[in-house]
C-alpha cells in the first residue's frame, strides 16, 4: 500500500511549486547575489509572520486570494522575486502581520540606495 502510494504521479500542486522553483533556479544560474537577496527578503517575511503567531493558511486567507500557500512558501524560502507579485503584495502583508510600518523597515533594508 505504501508503496504504491510512493508511484503515483504528483499531485498538481507539487507540479505547480516543481515549475516555480525550476524557473526560479534558470533565473539566477547566472546570478547568484539575487538569489541571496531574495532568501534575505523571504526570511525577513518568514520570520516577522511566524512572530506574530501565523500560519501559512491563516496569512493568505486574510490576503484574500492576493496569493496561494504554495507562492507564500516560494516567496518566504527566496524562490519568488518580489517582482513577481501582485503588486501591493508586500504593503498587504505587512498590514497582515499587524504592523503596517514594518514595510518601511523593509524598503530601508533591502532597497535603499
Known sequence: MVEDQQNQPP???????TAVYLEHLR???NNPDKYFKL????????????????NR????DQLEGLIDE???????????DPDDLPEGFM?????????ETIFEVFKKTFFAE
Do not use: H, P, S
Open 91 to 99: 504593503e498587504k502583508l505587512a498590514k497582515v502581520v499587524g504592523d
Open 11 to 17: 499531485d498538481r500542486e507539487v507540479a505547480n511549486y
Open 39 to 54: 532568501k534575505a527578503i523571504g526570511n525577513f517575511w518568514l520570520e516577522i509572520r511566524e512572530v506574530k503567531g501565523l
Open 70 to 80: 504554495q507562492k507564500l512558501a516560494a516567496f518566504e524560502f527566496g524562490m519568488l
Open 27 to 29: 533565473r539566477l544560474t
Open 57 to 60: 493558511k491563516n496569512t493568505v
